[in-house]
Each structure stands twice: as C-alpha cells, then as structure tokens.
C-alpha cells in the first residue's frame, strides 16, 4: 500500500505555493536521489521549473542554507604549528582524501580558503 503524508502548504495572494527552505532542501535531495531531468521532476511536484532551477543553482553556488546530513559539506582537521623563538605560526589543513594544506603566510591563507570553497562544491561529473 502506498504511503502518503499530509503537509499545508501555504500560498501568497497570487496563489503560489511558499516553501519553507527545509521544504526546498528536501526537495532538492528528492532531486538528486530521482534521477529525473530538471523540468521533469518540477512539474511532477508542482513547481515552476525557473523557480526549481533558481534553487539548484543556489544551492550549488552555496547561497541557500544547507541542513545536516545533506553531505555537501565536510569537516576538515586543522592544526597550528608556532615555531619556537618564531613570531608566525603555520596551519596545517588534512583534507579528507588525505592531502594536507601547509600554510605559513596571509596568501597562503587565501589561496587555501578558495581551494576549501571549490572542493565544497557538488561535483558535475
């Protein structure tokens, strides 16, 4: 037997349905787990395909908020180093596949930080 779940849904004076951004993230993994294309998936959910399209890319830029377990996030372990008689400490990042950042200086710090942000990225292939 088929199993449903009853949700309200509100809508605005327009009559378009609002979503909760748990809502859209649940969506979204729905998404991801379907295997439908984009414009499939929004119409047999009810949503307009720009709207569901404007999420997706939102998500993927990382500009919508992203819950727990969602794993599009990973924690990386950091360690300070401070040479003695030195007045610069270095940071050593491990990468979850093993690979370690050393990082002795500020462009070093920002150079990390961009590598951080696009392995953070959902990957396309």
Known sequence: MTETHD???????????????????AMLDAYDASG????KFAQLHGV???TFAGWFQRRKRGH?????????????????H????????????QLPGGARLLIDNMSSLSLAAALIRELQLPNPC
């Open 7 to 25: 949700i309200i849904l509100k809508s605005d004076r327009r009559g378009r349905i609002r979503f909760t951004p748990e809502q859209r993230t």
């Open 64 to 80: 919508a908020p992203l819950a727990v377990g969602t794993g599009l996030f990973t924690l990386l372990e950091a360690t300070a």
């Open 36 to 39: 439908l294309s984009g414009p």
């Open 82 to 93: 401070a040479q003695p008689g030195s007045s610069c400490a270095r940071l050593e990042v």
């Open 48 to 50: 307009n395909y720009q």
